[in-house]
């Protein structure tokens, strides 16, 4: 199989989640990527078969990594088999490999992605029982091949998805505490937070530690794929196993020791020990200090540091008094955070105000459905005087 690219460069998009797609272009820049463009929720971007691979296995944001195929215009059921039948699927994978969709429709004709899925499978299937006298079969859960199907209107993308299981999986995370934020949604809040990976990290409403685990492997230089087992790609067959293997090869040159000190805590001792569960996984729980505490106890290291937390919301979490949580946890970064920055994401606006602290900088998050403020603020000496002038802008 070839991509038809005559400079041999793929055209790529890397999928991501609302408001890290700065992060993620940032990210793709880093590793060599050509004429990016920031979209929504995506990036585009250039590059070669390398790259691909190293996107992969090293962006922190992306969810997923698309080569977009064909781009048809199509107005009835009848375009769209044509459409798809017309792609030499055969050349990308075989009848004896096994396939799946995702799909998504927008203002189309077609409301429902599950009938462009099923009408798109019959095109795939009777191409090949043409062309080769067999079909492939559709997989669900474990496809070999999978295929993205973007509708927006009447423009349909086809594109083949290389990662294969969403880039979030990083395959450390084996315990759940309550209502745990995205791998992807972590790495990219401790990116926007512009921690530097060498000053103190902390988390003092840890849960299972998702935050921490993505502190560690950046301070590490890890790879946000290191402990996956597989991505798309390997499946394909023009996988090229010694390019991957250079690829891996050269991220073992680039990691280092952690020089910071990154530390966790949470009320709830259950929660800590997921945390900690995942940091084994990870390898990493000798790296990353861990007790059981109230925020409210909690006494930092000095200065300069980064905390970044996600306490709850009372949306998924009850807290008896939510408002009294938010307030407890300005006190506590006015009187002995003196030094840090500090970075807080919530979807109850009212309760972020009860912090009390004008912010440096707010984004727009989303944690699942949950649309979310994540908020900066700099404790630098004096910060009790900086009074919460801005609050009404968050
Ligand atoms: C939304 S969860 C954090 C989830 C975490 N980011 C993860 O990925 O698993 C909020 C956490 O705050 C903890 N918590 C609530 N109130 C606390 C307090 N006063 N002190 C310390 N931890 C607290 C809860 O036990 C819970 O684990």
Known sequence: MSFDYPSGKLNMLAKCPSGLEGVLASELEMLGGENI???????????????????NYHCRTALRILVPIKQFSILTEQD???AVKSVK?????????????????????????HYVSQRAKDAIADRFREKTGKRPSVDTENPDFKINIHLSRNELNLSFDSSGDSLHKR??????????LSEVLAAGMILLSGWDGRSTFMDPMCGSGTLLTEAAMIAMNLPAGYFRQEFGFMRWKDFNKPLWEDVLDESLEEQTDIEAEILGSDMSAQNLRS????????????DVRLSVSKFQDVVPP????????NPPYGERIQVDDIIELYRDLGNVLKRRFSGYKAWVISSD???VKMIGLKPMKKHVLFNGPLECRFVGFDLYDGSRRGGNRDQDNL
């Open 349 to 351: 606006l009212r309760a």
């Open 171 to 180: 395959g450390y995370h084996i315990s759940n505490a309550e209502a745990p």
């Open 80 to 82: 769209l088999y044509t």
């Open 37 to 55: 463009s920031i979209l929504n929720r995506a990036v585009a971007f250039e590059g070669d078969k390398r790259l691909l691979y190293a996107a």
């Open 302 to 309: 000095e200065g300069p540091g980064t905390l970044v937390t």
């Open 89 to 113: 699927w055969e050349d990308y994978f075989s009848a004896d490999q096994t396939f799946a969709f995702d799909s998504t429709v927008n203002q189309s004709v077609f409301t429902h992605s």
């Open 275 to 286: 945390a900690e569960a995942n940091l084994k996984q990870a390898r990493l729980h000798k």
